[in-house]
């Protein structure tokens, strides 16, 4: 089993940032996806941005690119969104997850094995 523990939300108004974190730990993998969903009222879940553990492979949602930069700390087990220029439409439970088992990246939450408890971001106008 592997726990996902993200911190790091809050309110920040519009044109701001946030950086959100996400703590793994329990069982270890030699190669894993590790990527942050966000979830707005009455929406899907939807991807944002992923790395590959090893290599450091990102990739990253047209909405947020430019914009977001997904990062991990080796020695910590942790991956780290910065979330810079915030607009009200980036409001949602953002969630971490890693995927254990597919490395291609998949932008679909069926997808991934393990999820945290999700945090909340609201950007105000």
């Known amino acids: 089993q592997v726990q996902l523990v993200e911190s790091g939300g809050g309110l920040v108004q519009a044109g701001g940032s946030l950086r959100l974190s996400c703590v793994a730990s329990?069982?270890?993998?030699?190669?894993?996806?590790m990527a942050w969903f966000r979830q707005a009222p009455g929406k899907e879940r939807e991807f944002v941005a992923g790395i590959l553990w090893t290599g450091g492979r990102t990739n990253y949602a047209d909405a947020v690119k430019g914009r977001f930069a997904i990062s991990r700390d080796n020695a910590k087990n942790a991956v780290s969104l910065q979330m810079n220029s915030l607009e009200p439409e980036d409001t949602a439970v953002y969630y971490c997850a890693a995927d254990m088992t597919d490395w291609s990246m998949s932008i679909s939450p069926y997808t991934y094995d393990y999820w945290g408890q999700g945090t909340q971001v609201t950007v105000s106008s």
């Open positions: 329990g069982r270890t993998f030699s190669n894993y996806v």
